[in-house]
Each structure stands twice: as C-alpha cells, then as structure tokens.
C-alpha cells in the first residue's frame, strides 16, 4: 500500500480513524501498521480504527481494531461514527444495519445525531464493590465519589489487569450519581490502555448497571462523559434489558492521505 486514504470521526471526544474498505485493499493482518495509524505522534492519532466493508445482506460491515493495533469487541461510539461515515460517503440514508463483531445493529440518523442498538443484555452479576456486565465489550462498573480528581490510570489498569480479568482484560467504568436519571462516568479502556474522553459500550454498561442496582428507575438515562454527554434509552422486562439505544453527536473530523 502506497497511499491510504481515511477520514476522522470523533463521538464525544472518542476519535477514531475511518477506511471505506469496500475494495479490501487494506492489510488487516498488519497489526503493526494500525498501530502506528493510532499513534499521535508518528501517526494520524485516534483510539481505534474502522474499516467499513461490503456485507452480501447488509448494509456494511464493521470490522474495529483498538489503537494496539488488535481487533477488539464491539465498540458503541465507533459503531456511531461508522453510521456517519456511511452517510457521508453515500452507503445509506438515513438508516441503517450493519454487522460488527457481536451481530447485527440498526442505526438511525437525525442531524449529527446518531441512534445506535445495541445487543440486549441478560446478564449482569453484581459483587461486592462493582457489577459486571456485557454490552457488547466486557465493563467493570463502580462507584468513585471523587471521579474528578482520583488517578484513573493507576486504579483502572490495577483493576483491567487484575483479578479475575488478568491477560484478556476488561473495561472499567468508574461513576458518580448527579441525579436519578443522570451519571458522571470516566472509562479506562482495553486496548488504548487509558482513559478516553467517552466509552459507548462503556456508558450503555453504566446505564443499565445504575438500573440493575436501583440507583435509578428511568429507563433513559443521561451519561456525562469527558467529551460530553450520552443517552442510552432501553426496555426492562423480566431481567432482560431489550431495545437498547446508545444516543449521542457523531462528528467529521478532517480527511486526508497517508
């Protein structure tokens, strides 16, 4: 490969660099080449890479690498930012279904804002000090009273690493209740090994975790995250969280080559 082309998108200050892969010109064995497409300083910078490919039933099909270099799970405001990119680029409308690494999503389009579903969830286990559970990506979730000033790259790498998540790792979400239908949340992400300014499995975790503990009884919940704010709306029946909407801007960056 001579010359890349890619867009960026951000979805609240999670950036990410976009490749329309229709052509599959691009090398997804090159770990080392995503890599440095996600470093800031020798490459383009964002938190993660996205090629938007052709699926035989679908609209596109979402393939996600972290900025490690390593395919990763799902990823809810890049899922939102490849929605755009497909809007832009004159794959969909206003609507659309794709396949990512967890299955099939729908997305919606009104503006700059871009409703993504996310799987249900049917399980969510709560311990001692956290709750776990998975929306897509695997997420720690816990309460930190002093979330604006405590050292998130120490506690949340001491928890990704540690037991029981080890090697494989996970996610850790770290929350402060402001209301009954509104949460202060920061995010330690797998993967970019730090903190990015949102996290939209993360956040669709928080939701439903605040939910499952009764920390709330709305079923559309406001998520202040560094980069703004989120919405993550779903429906409650029978210990099945269904219908879950990740709600939030998905913006254009800049294109270019390299």
């Not at 997804?28 to 090629?51: E, M, Q, Y």
């Not at 279904?97 to 700059?112: C, M, S, Y």
């Not at 037991?163 to 929350?175: D, I």
């Amino acid at each position: 490969m001579k010359e890349l082309q890619f867009y960026k998108y951000q979805g609240t200050g999670n950036d990410f660099i976009l490749v329309d892969n229709r052509n599959l010109h691009f090398d997804k064995s090159d770990t080392a080449f995503v890599k440095h497409l996600c470093d800031r300083r020798f490459g383009i910078g964002a938190d993660g890479l996205i090629l938007l490919e052709n699926h035989s039933d679908l609209d596109f099909r979402m393939v996600y690498y972290n900025s490690d270099g390593n395919e990763s799970s799902m990823c809810g405001n890049g899922g939102r930012c490849i929605v755009a990119f497909a809007h832009n680029i004159g794959v969909i409308s206003d609507h659309a279904v794709f396949e990512a690494i967890d299955g099939v999503h729908q997305a919606k389009i009104a503006g700059q804002v871009i409703r993504l579903q996310m799987q249900d969830v049917r399980h969510v286990q709560e311990f001692n000090d956290h709750v776990f559970l998975n929306t897509g990506s695997p997420h720690h979730v816990q309460f930190e009273s002093a979330i604006d000033e405590f050292d998130i790259q120490t506690k949340g790498s001491s928890i990704r690493y540690g037991e029981p998540y080890n090697a494989e790792g996970c996610n850790v979400n770290f929350v402060k209740k402001i209301k009954d239908d509104k949460f202060r949340v920061r995010t330690y992400e797998r993967g970019v090994e730090g903190e990015t300014l949102s996290c939209g499995t993360g956040v669709t975790a928080v939701a439903i975790a605040m939910h499952f503990l009764k920390e709330t009884t709305k079923t559309s919940v406001e998520l202040q995250v560094q980069g703004g704010k989120l919405t993550v709306a779903f429906d409650y029946e029978n210990g099945v969280y269904s219908n879950v909407w990740l709600i939030g801007p998905a913006t254009f960056v800049f294109k270019g080559t390299i």
